[in-house]
């Protein structure tokens, strides 16, 4: 007998409503009328326990799954992850703080060279440089928070890629590649959308979003294969969070500080919230802010401190032709400054930013 489907709705994700509709459905049928499907001691009644648990569940799941597989609606953060992964934009689930000094050194500084400091809390703090700086000169320098210094050679040479965990800051990564048989270490060029390289350079690599953490690979068209002739080493900042946001740095014997701001914009996991935003702008703008959106979903998505909740962010067009208001309750002068120092390096030529309500 041929059942008509179209009465039966078990789309509902209650129990109670999915079973109700299964049970009047059956008793509609003909040559299922001599069974007591409402008798709770029947094993018909059983079946429809089981079949309406079954659906419920695949529902819950399926719902589960449509909603995290986009960017829009997605409540967790592995998934939005593994979204920015797709549109080759890089999420950070935690980032460390940092900030930009001026240093003269007496000798030479090597890369990831560690300076000691101390948090806000008390507690003792490490940072290092990125870059190297020769003997009695002087440069502008990135200087990370971190727990230390770590080093991945897992290189996969099928797939031109190295996983590395989510607890690394990913703005700390360096690709090194050495020459095993003449000793010679080439330090790769980074690539992203962001910061992008010219084809004539085959020796560069990028960081995405993987499954279970960040991508490293060299693996374009326009980027030399690295074969076995070479060994490869990746190195990172273990992230410690916000730990060392507004923390002292010590400079070290070799060196000397000619500017001292302090370091910020660090945090120990990022919302779902600021993920979502962050994803939206880099993906459809292009890391610039075009529309009102774009500047909100900009500012939530900073990890700037205090600019995390979306309800305590105004943006809207100022008194002057080209002119946008920014403001966040409740953010402090400090916060307000890299906020704007922030948008204004994501704002196209003649829109003119100010911090008003």
């Not at 992203?192 to 560069?204: F, G």
């Not at 490869?232 to 060392?244: D, F, H, M, R, Y």
């Amino acid at each position: 007998m041929t059942y008509n489907l179209k009465n039966l709705n078990v789309a509902s994700l209650d129990f109670d409503n999915i079973k109700e509709s299964l049970t009047t459905f059956l008793e509609q049928q003909s040559d299922l009328k001599d069974l007591d499907f409402r008798n709770k001691a029947s094993a018909v009644n059983l079946l429809l326990n089981v079949l309406s648990t079954a659906t419920a569940y695949n529902g819950v799941y399926a719902q589960y799954g449509f909603i995290n597989t986009f960017a829009t609606t997605a409540t967790v953060l592995e998934s939005l992850l593994g979204i920015a992964a797709n549109s080759s934009v890089l999420i950070a689930p935690t980032r460390s703080a940092k900030t930009n000094r001026t240093i003269t050194t007496t000798t030479a500084l090597s890369e990831y060279s560690s300076f000691t400091g101390r948090a806000t809390n008390g507690a003792d703090l490490f940072f290092f440089n990125l870059q190297a700086i020769p003997a009695n000169s002087s440069a502008s320098v990135d200087i990370y928070s971190g727990v230390g210094v770590v080093i991945y050679t897992s290189y996969d040479y099928t797939t031109q890629s190295c996983e590395l965990p989510y607890t690394v800051n990913p703005d700390t990564i360096n690709f090194y590649e050495t020459d095993i048989a003449s000793n010679v270490e080439t330090k790769w060029t980074r690539a992203d959308k962001s910061s992008t390289t010219t084809s004539s350079n085959n020796t560069h690599y990028t960081v995405i979003n993987g499954p279970r953490g960040y991508i490293v690979t060299n693996n374009f068209a326009s980027s030399r294969k690295i074969t076995t002739s070479s060994k490869v080493a990746i190195k990172a900042i273990t992230s410690n969070g916000g730990l060392g946001n507004n923390g002292s740095i010590v400079a070290r014997s070799n060196t000397v500080f000619g500017t001292t701001p302090f370091p910020t914009g660090g945090y120990d996991e990022i919302s779902v919230a600021q993920a979502r935003s962050s994803l939206l702008f880099q993906a459809t703008g292009q890391d610039r802010c075009v529309t009102i959106r774009d500047y909100k979903n900009a500012i939530l998505g900073s990890g700037i401190s205090g600019t995390s909740t979306e309800s305590a962010i105004s943006v809207g067009n100022g008194i002057l032709p080209g002119q946008v208001k920014i403001y966040v309750s409740g953010l402090g002068s400090m916060e307000q400054s890299q906020l704007m120092d922030y948008l204004s390096s994501k704002s196209p030529a003649g829109i003119s930013l100010v911090y008003q309500q």
